[in-house]
């Protein structure tokens, strides 16, 4: 069974700073790992998506690895601002599995 | 633009009472899924389809029917809602290639 886990669980930095946020999975085995934003009460906006053959993805600030043989995907986001505050999301989409698997999120608060 | 819609967007009725909850999307996906999110539980899938008249329970179906008629739709049913189906739900469709595009919401309370 996959699980899919958050660290940190929550973040608060200053505008301007870069940050990294972890996910780890138990099963190696996966498709495809995507990451999404969520705003409080709103829906999932894709970020980005890393295809199991791929090793990272990037737009704009926003770049994300895959690591399979570790099970871990890091989300960084360069030079961060009060926009980007939001939970993020990652999920998993493994082969045989038909449905994503969340991890806990990491709820980020970037000050002015 | 590439999008699935979910209608509506907020809802408040009676244990009882029937109620639809519609998804539509316009990527010409095969896959569509339901979701419900509730704090401290994260996202779990309700039910699933692979295409049209193919449809699977996902981890919590009880309470809950769909159908696939059409490719682009895939409404959700709660034929007698109780409050513990209180939650904010979301529609899903993925296509080739993997990568999934979600719905806004519907956030449905149920007294």
């Known amino acids: 069974k996959q699980e899919v886990t958050q660290i940190p669980a929550a973040l608060s930095v200053p505008e301007g700073e870069n940050l990294v946020l972890n996910c780890s999975f138990t099963?190696?085995?996966?498709?495809?790992l995507q990451w999404f934003r969520q705003d409080p009460g709103k829906g999932l906006t894709s970020l980005l998506l890393?295809?199991?053959?791929?090793r990272e993805q990037t737009s704009g600030r926003l770049n994300a690895s895959l690591d399979k043989s570790s099970g871990r995907s890091t989300l960084y986001i360069a030079a961060s601002q009060p926009g980007d505050s939001a939970t993020y999301l990652c999920?998993?989409?493994?082969?045989?599995?038909?449905?994503?698997?969340f991890g806990t999120g990491t709820r980020l608060l970037v000050s002015p | 633009e590439a999008q699935v819609t979910q209608n509506p967007r907020y809802l408040i009725t009676v244990t009882g009472k029937k109620l639809t909850v519609t998804c539509s999307q316009n990527?010409?996906?095969?896959?569509m899924s339901w979701y419900r999110q509730d704090p401290g539980l994260g996202l779990r899938q309700i039910y699933y389809?692979?295409?049209?008249?193919?449809?699977d329970k996902g981890d919590v179906p009880e309470g809950y029917k769909v159908s696939r008629k059409e490719k682009r739709n895939f409404p959700l049913i709660l034929e007698s809602p109780s409050p513990n189906q209180t939650s904010l739900y979301f529609c899903?469709?993925?296509?080739?290639?993997?990568?999934?595009?979600f719905g806004s919401g519907t956030r449905l309370t149920v007294v």
């Open positions: 099963d190696s085995a996966i498709y495809n």
């Open positions: 899903a469709s993925s296509g080739q290639g993997g990568g999934y595009t």
């Open positions: 999920a998993s989409d493994s082969l045989g599995f038909q449905k994503l698997v």
């Open positions: 990527m010409n996906h095969e896959y």
């Open positions: 890393i295809q199991s053959s791929q």
């Open positions: 389809s692979m295409n049209v008249e193919v449809t």
